[in-house]
């Protein structure tokens, strides 16, 4: 099948040869899917034979691997990505110009795969990209979900969810292993250390194939599919549903005890089966668990797949007959740990009830674990009882999974230098003290291939043509793009790749959304997970603010430059409170847009359903990039990375990547406000803070509170959202109000300045290159993994 692109004629023939063998039609007869479905069917024949390849010289060569556990791998399309990386792009191209085909239209037949929501999964994708195309053997193991998240619709102002039926479409990267199916048990009860009495259920593998950069390397991301499974005689109804249901969707509600308990399962499985299955390639191979850690290292991101350990702890004792202190050492050697967040609610916590009836023995194996913890942390005789109680791994009603995470693996990584520097001297400080040799930071990444050279065609051939291509592998030299900040040909070029970037993108909003945006308006963009701290509460509430100015401020009118505001977010369907934000942008937007006394000035779109293939139209696009989350509250963020690198300025707190941001790109080519992290922290401790106090002081809040409670028939319709700023504002919008406010009018006033606007822009694209996900999985495997680069 490699022959299929040796050049343009022999793939012209072989596609055509195909379409009519598949279809049984000629090509002026075929649809947009079935030209798809040959092309990625062609191209997944050629990456099979290097996947096989790249296996085998794994095998051969006796070399460790890295295992990439996460409940999420927010994929996007995979068909524009494997024709670059495999090189053959180009032969495509010039075979469909040929043929009067659309390539462009080919690849959007394509739909995005379902298997993440948000930064997690977007991450966990660009590092499976970034280590292939640096030759190193990295896999990844998931769920692979019938259903996505959910397909975001608006219907009256507000969310509606529907189910993503993505694998209506068969997915043609993917190929199915029944033949390393594995039994899982659920349920059951101990005795003498065996589980009796258990239900079982059949976990599935399927490999999905993930392309190096014109490398010969395809390694894999392995997805699990659960079924009821032949070793369970009695199948209830019950067994039936949820045996099918594990795998059914990503993020099922758990706002009920049957929706935990599958979420729980969920977690499990696919720890459990993607352990079991490691352990047996392992053994057949010829070697014994005792050399797992010589072989393996697993990396858990985040605490979804904590029970990893407690699994492998598990297997190695009850099936491996090894003691307690043998299967711990291996363990220990085997796992580390990614912390993605502060967030008490997102650091997993299982109620005990709920965990022992459901993992009856790994509960026993983690009560072990706890109980040895303990005498440590009493050996040690730095810690007093309150504090042990604090860092145990299970309270007095939870089981909790980042302390287990962090007690049973050798490497703790946060994800940006403020993230981690927040970890081990605030939210773990006492595990920091216990452990500090774990404690290590990796600032996320994001992989330039899909969200430069893909993306962005105009900029990538502006950089080639100013500095040369060798920037492609090493991103690091896109500094050298800095000294062309002053040649006004080269700003030229830079304002005319924006201005095309945003024209596609109000091309498409005005397709999908039906709202026409002026193209020479800043485009101004927040897209990401809708929640309280990213706070676009406090975007619409300036949005409104501005809007109200205005209508009666005639000089404000007069100097203000047009302004487009584009949101993109779905909010969990039990977060009421995000939910209700979504409302209040979609009913601030209509009036704006339909508004002819300013709507040549303002605009407000909310995108329906954003997705990565939506990301690759807003991230080029953006003049300014919405980083405005309450310092301390986001690990790192790589949205703001995509938009740096495209040449967004960004508008922000120093929270998060933010930090390292500022510090590469210059504090004066961003636009920063609001409180920083210690002043948060100092203000959480003083615990005196009186929001309505900021509010009876700031007219501004008064008139876009009265314009709130103006929005609905019903007056205290969002009185749950006002009242909670009133009376709480835990993540302190009312506080960072005012200097948001003033951020923005310098960003406005800076946008006059075309030039000076442009070489901002330029300084952010030339310091953007440090946030390659090469760099981060570069520094994992230098300092945690130690893998070897295959080389054929």
Same mark, same amino acid.
């Given at each position: ?55 085998? &010289? ?22 524009? %990505? ?47 990209? +970034? ?9 990844? !193991? ?49 005795? #003498? ?61 758990? +706002? ?83 912390? #993605? ?17 459901? *993992? ?36 007095? !009603? ?12 050798? +490497? =703790? ?40 050279? &893909? ?64 193209? #020479? ?9 809708? &929640? ?6 406090? %975007?619409? *509430? ?7 100015? *205005? ?42 847009? #339909? ?9 407000? =779109? ?52 933010? =930090? ?61 959202? *006002? !009242? ?16 948001? =406010? ?30 390659? +996900? ?19």
């Amino acid at each position: 099948m490699t022959q299929s692109f040796q050049n343009k004629e022999t793939f012209k023939q072989s596609f055509l040869d195909h379409l009519k063998h598949e279809f049984h039609v000629e090509l002026n007869d075929s649809t947009v899917y079935q030209r798809y479905t040959v092309l990625a069917k062609l191209l997944d024949e050629t990456l099979k034979e290097n996947f096989i390849k790249t296996d085998k &010289h794994i095998r051969e060569h006796h070399m460790k691997k890295a295992i990439y556990f996460s409940m999420e791998f927010l994929m996007g399309r995979l068909i524009t %990505n494997n024709l670059q990386n495999s090189g053959h792009y180009d032969v495509v191209k010039d075979a469909f110009n040929d043929l009067g085909i659309d390539l462009n239209e080919v690849e959007e037949a394509e739909v995005d795969a379902g298997l993440g929501n948000g930064g997690l999964g977007r991450l966990a994708a660009c590092f499976l990209d +970034s280590a292939a195309s640096t030759n190193l053997p990295l896999y990844g !193991n998931s769920l692979r979900y019938q259903h996505g998240f959910f397909i975001q619709d608006i219907k009256d102002y507000k969310q509606v969810e529907s189910p993503d039926p993505w694998l209506e479409q068969p997915f043609i990267w993917e190929e199915k292993r029944e033949d390393l199916a594995i039994d899982i048990p659920l349920f059951g009860y101990v005795e #003498h250390t065996r589980l009796i009495n258990p239900q079982w259920i059949k976990a599935i593998p399927y490999d999905v194939k993930i392309v190096g950069d014109q490398n010969g390397v395809v390694t894999g991301l392995r997805l699990w599919k659960t079924v009821p499974s032949e070793r369970q005689h009695v199948q209830s109804d019950y067994y039936l549903e949820y045996s099918k249901r594990i795998s059914d969707v990503l993020y099922p509600d758990d +706002s009920t005890e049957d929706g935990k308990t599958l979420r729980l399962m969920q977690s499990y499985v696919f720890s459990a089966a993607g352990i079991k299955s490691i352990i047996r390639e392992h053994k057949d191979q010829g070697r014994h668990v005792r050399t797992l850690p010589e072989y393996y290292v697993f990396q858990i991101n985040d605490t979804h797949p904590t029970l990893v350990i407690p699994e492998m702890m598990r297997i190695l004792m009850d099936e491996e007959h090894l003691g307690y202190d043998e299967a711990w050492d291996i363990t220990t050697r085997s796992c580390a740990f990614t912390n #993605h967040t502060i967030l008490a609610e997102a650091l997993e916590k299982w109620n005990k009830q709920i965990f022992r009836n459901l *993992l009856p023995r790994i509960y026993e194996i983690i009560y072990e674990m706890n109980r040895r913890f303990i005498l440590e942390l009493k050996q040690n005789g730095n810690f007093n009882d309150e504090q042990i109680y604090m860092m145990q791994l299970i309270g007095t !009603n939870h089981v909790r999974m980042a302390h287990i995470c962090i007690y049973g693996s050798f +490497s =703790v990584n946060g994800v940006a230098a403020l993230h981690t520097e927040i970890l081990k001297h605030i939210e773990m400080k006492n595990f920091y003290k216990l452990y500090p040799h774990k404690f290590n930071n990796k600032t996320n990444g994001i992989t330039h291939r899909r969200w430069l050279i &893909h993306t962005n065609h105009e900029l990538t051939n502006l950089l080639d043509q100013t500095i040369g291509s060798s920037w492609r592998n090493d991103l690091m030299e896109l500094k050298a793009f800095e000294d062309f900040k002053n040649d006004h040909m080269v700003l030229d070029q830079v304002d005319k790749m924006k201005l095309s970037k945003k024209q596609a993108l109000a091309d498409k909003i005005f397709k999908e959304e039906g709202i026409k945006l002026d193209v #020479h308006s800043i485009f101004d963009i927040q897209v990401k997970r809708l &929640h309280e701290y990213k706070r676009q509460l406090m %975007n619409i *509430l300036h949005i409104i603010y501005v809007y109200q100015r *205005l209508k009666y401020d005639e000089a404000f009118k007069k100097n203000y430059v047009p302004h487009s505001f584009i949101f993109g977010a779905k909010a969990a369907p039990s977060y009421f409170m995000a939910k209700q934000v979504i409302e209040i942008i979609n009913r601030v937007s209509d009036i704006v847009n #339909h508004d002819e006394e300013t709507n040549n000035q303002l605009k407000v =779109v909310f995108v329906k359903n954003y997705n990565v293939t939506y990301a690759e139209y807003l991230m080029p696009a953006a003049d300014l990039s919405e980083q405005i989350s309450t310092a301390t509250k986001e690990a790192s963020g790589t949205g703001n990375m995509k938009f740096m690198m495209n040449g967004a300025i960004t508008i922000g707190t120093l929270d998060g990547a933010n =930090v390292e941001i500022v510090d590469f790109a210059g504090k004066e080519n961003a636009f920063i406000f609001g409180l920083t992290s210690e002043e948060v922290t100092q203000h959480y401790q003083n615990n005196g803070y009186m929001p309505r106090e900021i509010y009876d002081r700031d007219v501004r809040l008064q008139k876009a509170f009265q314009f709130i409670r103006n929005l609905h028939p019903d007056p205290q319709h969002f009185d749950y959202v *006002l !009242n909670n700023l009133l009376n709480s504002d835990y993540f302190l919008v009312m506080k960072d109000f005012n200097s948001y =406010v003033e951020a923005h009018e310098k960003a406005n006033e800076a946008y006059k300045d075309r030039e000076h606007w442009l070489q901002m822009s330029v300084m952010n694209i030339a310091n953007s290159g440090y946030f390659t +996900s090469d760099r981060t999985i570069r520094q994992y495997n230098d300092d945690i993994w130690k893998l070897r680069k295959i080389e054929f």
